[in-house]
C-alpha cells in the first residue's frame, strides 16, 4: 500500500543540510514530456521583482529565524514568463541533495501580493549567497518547519 513516507516530498522530520550539494546556481524547468529548458538565476534579475517581507524559518531543531526580507521573482510571474502559466498544477521544486517541495497552481493563483511564493536571489537588501540557498523558494505561509523552504532550487518540474 502506497505510504507517504516513501514520497520524500511529504511532511517528514528533517535535519537542515548546511551544505550546498555544488556551487553552480544554475536550474532547469521540466516540461510535462520531460524536456529541460536550462536557467540561471541571472535570468530574474530582468524580470518583474516582488518582495516577501517578515518571512521566518522555523527549524524544530534549531529554532526560529528572521523575519527576512526576501525578493526575487514570484514562481507565478516566472512560469508565466515562461508561457508556462497554464501547463501545469502542480509544480515540484527541488534540490540537488533530494530536499523539495510542490506547490500547486491554486496556491500560486491566490497569492498574497504582500508575502507571494517567490524564486528568491536577494535577503535583506543583500544578494542570496549559495551558502544560504540561491536560489531559494520562499513559501511564506508556512510557519511550522522550514520544509517547503527549498534552498538551491535545481529542478522545477511540471506535473499536469
Ligand atoms: N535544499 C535544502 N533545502 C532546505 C533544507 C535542506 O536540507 N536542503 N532544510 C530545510 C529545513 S528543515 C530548514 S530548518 C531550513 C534551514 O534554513 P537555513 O539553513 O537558512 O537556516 O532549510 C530548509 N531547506
Ligand atoms: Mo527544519
Keep these: 500500500m502506497p505510504n507517504s513516507s516513501d514520497d520524500p516530498l511529504a511532511p517528514h522530520a528533517h535535519e537542515p543540510n548546511p551544505d550546498p550539494p555544488s556551487s553552480d546556481a544554475s536550474f532547469m524547468v521540466q516540461l510535462s514530456d520531460g524536456r529541460c529548458l536550462g536557467c540561471s538565476p541571472e535570468l ?17 531543531g534549531h529554532g526560529t529565524s528572521g523575519p527576512f526580507r526576501f525578493e526575487g521573482v514570484t514562481l507565478a510571474d516566472f512560469m ?27 496556491e500560486l493563483e491566490k497569492n498574497d501580493p504582500l508575502s507571494p511564493i517567490l524564486l528568491a ?27 517547503r523552504q527549498v534552498k538551491w532550487v535545481y529542478r522545477i518540474r511540471l506535473l499536469i
Excluded: Q, W
Design 121 to 147: 536571489d536577494r535577503i535583506d537588501n543583500r544578494p542570496l549567497s549559495r551558502r544560504a540557498g540561491l536560489l531559494r523558494l520562499i513559501v511564506p505561509s508556512e510557519r511550522d518547519d522550514a520544509l
Design 44 to 60: 530574474l534579475k530582468s524580470l518583474p521583482r516582488s518582495v516577501s517581507a517578515n518571512v521566518f524559518i522555523v527549524s524544530t
Design 80 to 106: 508565466a514568463f515562461l508561457g508556462l502559466g497554464e501547463a501545469f498544477s502542480k509544480l515540484e521544486i527541488v534540490s540537488e541533495d533530494g530536499f523539495g517541495t510542490r506547490v500547486t497552481k491554486g
